[in-house]
């Protein structure tokens, strides 16, 4: 399964931006949008690309699901029980 990150833009530098989340930091390309990007602006990363932007609120709810996803798998269930639980 593959997914896109939700991460925060700290830096641009041409067509090539250094984001973050969860205190990880990565180089995304820029090449794949359509629109600008400033620092501060959410973008989705998938293999090392920005390939759309988000609000704020979307990468916190995308975030939301993953930590519970996460905690989950932590704790031995599997998908089907987390969304079994909801």
Do not use: F, N
Request: aromatic content about 2%; some cysteine; proline content about 3%.
């Amino acid at each position: 399964m593959c997914l896109t990150i939700p991460m925060r833009v700290a830096q641009v530098d041409g067509l090539m931006a250094r984001c973050e989340a969860k205190g990880v930091q990565r180089e995304a390309s820029l090449l794949l949008l359509h629109e600008p990007v400033a620092v501060g602006d959410m973008v989705l990363v998938h293999l090392g690309h920005a390939v759309q932007q988000v609000t704020h609120e979307e990468a916190e709810q995308a975030w939301a699901l993953y930590d519970e996803l996460l905690a989950a798998l932590d704790g031995h269930a599997t998908p089907a029980d987390v969304e079994a639980d909801r």
